[in-house]
């Protein structure tokens, strides 16, 4: 079984498929403590459902683009199977992962969105380097900054790990790193970068409904 915290439709906020129709299957429970983690709600709890419940509740949702998140949905060990799964009816499947567990289990044809903790997050023991062997071209590495430290140090693991061959998303705190001084830090820096700000957000500011 799995602990789902929630699924529901939406408009993709984040990542190089921002502002698509995007189902989001959100699962309880999580391994690290972010400082500035903005779902509280799915650290604990979640409602047990099995891997084809859920596939039947995405299928009626319609959607094509399907994101798998959490909390930390590895720490689940029938993910790979739901990952499966999803990928069998066709959809386009998005795995968000906070990076601190094995990507070896994952099924070829999912996007992993591998989020690297900088020192703001106050997680930075969680990076399992490793990972990064598992990464494809089509995969996707981010780095959620609180400060200008937060870049410069992330600036430097982009050109350590030469990440710019995935695509590489810069997502500043919300209300925390205002967003054009991390533009102009990446313009200053030709940084070879995407600027990854949280579009749900802006389209819903009081929460997006469910």
């Known amino acids: 079984m799995l602990s789902v915290s929630e699924i529901y439709g939406t408009i993709q906020g984040e ?3 921002a502002g698509l129709p995007c189902v989001i299957v959100r699962l309880a429970g999580c391994n690290l403590h972010c400082r ?3 779902t509280p709600y799915a650290r604990a709890g979640g409602t ?3 891997v084809e419940d859920v596939l039947k509740k995405v299928a009626g949702l319609n959607t094509p683009l399907v994101e798998v998140t959490g909390g930390e949905p590895l720490m689940q060990e029938e993910v790979p199977a739901l990952l499966g799964g999803l990928l069998s009816t066709g959809a386009r499947v998005l795995l968000e ?3 601190s567990l094995p990507l070896d289990a994952v ?3 999912v996007v992993r ?3 690297i903790k900088c020192p703001g997050s106050g997680e930075t023991d969680g990076n399992r380097w490793e990972n990064l062997a598992l990464l494809s071209g089509g995969d996707q590495v981010k780095f959620v900054l609180c400060d200008r430290a937060d870049y410069d140090w992330a600036r430097d693991i982009i050109s350590e790990h030469r990440l710019d061959r995935f695509e590489v998303l810069l997502s500043p705190v919300w209300d925390t790193l205002e967003p054009h001084r991390l533009a102009g830090w990446i313009l200053e820096d030709g940084l070879n970068a995407r600027l ?4 749900h957000r802006t389209i819903w500011p009081e929460g997006e409904p469910r």
């Open 107 to 109: 099924p070829d044809g």
């Open 36 to 38: 500035y983690c903005d």
């Open 15 to 17: 990542s190089s498929f």
């Open 48 to 50: 047990p459902m099995s």
């Open 113 to 115: 969105i591998l989020d």
């Open 196 to 199: 990854n700000l949280q579009l």
């Open 97 to 99: 992962t906070n990076g």
